[in-house]
């Protein structure tokens, strides 16, 4: 560009983040707003997939491949498939030296992200109210009354957009599907059977409108997503914060299954979350205003099937790219959007496929899983909202 254009992102997750970084690798300075206090302030979810055409490409583009393949796990790509009797129906394991889409636990790649930006680059602590557009800028609204002008505001915050309000009327709207996320520690020694039922990577069981999922994060952590099909207050007359009290509820939901697998609802360490599943409709699009975009989520929230951070990773370096390779901020935009928006559409309808797939409105034992719906990882890696 002529000038060298002022630049926020709204949101440091990991599309936010790494649209910062190679934007400074070029030479373009940013500010990265996040309403979190610090780095720290609360757990970032469990192990994501980074598929080698999408998280990968994006991550070599930002020269973080290496850094990024010394932390992976390429065993995590092992994932397990059960009936509800615990009976196994599938196994696969990645071969040898298979890095389509080795595991890393989400946290240590938002570090590597924050290690890779120069020293004040994010404003922990920073909350944004709104954004408007000005004739050729944006007008960002913190929450603490104060404005700044920018040439650019990019919302990468998640599932509850601040940003997006400036472009589109859309908001999430509930998917049918909620996940209670639970947690097991030291698994290996503590948990032998929850352990050997998960092994390296991924394990779900399944049945009808049920399944159990598991997950090994790093540290012999391992995530549990008891998911099932119904109403998002499903939980109506329950304290979510009576660990006992949710947990004999669950265990009447999934009366019947195998006592192996009634130990993911009876053994966990800690409570229960509830991760009620939200989506964007699809498509997403907006006209377009000068100044404003949106990455990862904030532009196309879909049910978690292993896409949504690769997605965010990929948004965010190829609107990096844009920026650094057009004349202008609209050049830029129109290069990215053209290009982001239809990918984003045709990604959000295979999982939205895949969801329908995986939790028909049935209880049919039957289990159905054509080869080109099932996602090689599954947790709600969309919708713990990265917002500024």
């Known amino acids: 560009m002529s000038t060298t254009p002022r630049i926020a992102i709204v949101g440091a997750g990991l599309g936010g983040l790494i649209c910062a970084r190679v934007l400074q690798q070029h030479g373009v300075p940013v500010t990265v707003f996040e309403r979190e206090t610090h780095p720290h302030s609360r757990s970032q979810g469990g192990t994501l997939d980074i598929d080698e055409d999408t998280g990968q490409a994006a991550l070599r583009a930002a020269g973080l491949f290496d850094q990024f393949l010394a932390l992976s796990r390429p065993e995590g790509q092992e994932w397990r498939l059960y009936d509800r009797h615990a009976s196994l129906i599938r196994h696969d394991q990645a071969g040898e030296g298979d890095l389509s889409r080795p595991e890393i636990d989400r946290g240590q790649l938002r570090a590597l992200l924050l290690e890779s930006l120069a020293p004040g680059t994010v404003r922990w602590g920073h909350s944004v109210r709104t954004v408007t557009p000005l004739p050729h800028a944006a007008r960002l609204h913190h929450l603490d009354r104060t404005i700044e002008d920018f040439d650019l505001v990019i919302g990468a915050d998640g599932a509850w957009s601040r940003v997006r309000s400036a472009l589109s009327d859309a908001q999430p709207s509930y998917a049918g599907v909620t996940m209670v996320e639970a947690h097991f520690d030291d698994v290996d020694h503590r948990h032998p059977g929850i352990a050997r039922l998960v092994g390296r990577g991924t394990m779900t069981a399944k049945a009808g409108r049920r399944s159990l999922v598991l997950q090994r994060s790093s540290n012999g952590h391992v995530r549990a997503y008891i998911t099932f099909r119904g109403p998002q207050d499903w939980h109506a007359g329950l304290d979510l914060a009576d660990t006992e009290a949710v947990r004999a509820r669950l265990l009447a939901q999934y009366q019947g299954w195998h006592g192996s697998l009634l130990d993911i609802l009876r053994e966990n360490e800690g409570g229960f979350i509830n991760r009620p599943m939200f989506?964007?409709?699809?498509?997403?699009?907006?006209?377009?205003?000068?100044?404003?975009?949106?990455?990862?989520?904030?532009?196309?929230?879909?049910?978690?099937?292993?896409?949504?951070?690769?997605?965010?990773?990929?948004?965010?370096?190829?609107?990096?790219?844009?920026?650094?390779?057009?004349?202008?901020?609209?050049?830029?935009?129109?290069a990215y959007e053209s290009v982001m928006l239809p990918r984003a559409t045709d990604n959000a309808e295979t999982a939205q496929q895949m969801l329908t797939t995986l939790m028909p409105d049935t209880d049919s034992d039957e289990a159905v899983f054509p080869d080109t719906l099932w996602p090689s990882s599954t947790g709600p890696d969309a919708h713990p909202a990265h917002t500024g």
Request: no cysteine; glycine share 8%.
């Open 279 to 334: 989506v964007l409709p699809v498509p997403h699009s907006w006209r377009r205003v000068p100044g404003i975009t949106l990455l990862g989520d904030a532009a196309h929230l879909m049910p978690p099937a292993g896409v949504g951070a690769n997605l965010a990773l990929l948004d965010g370096a190829e609107l990096a790219r844009a920026v650094t390779d057009h004349s202008t901020i609209d050049a830029a935009l129109d």
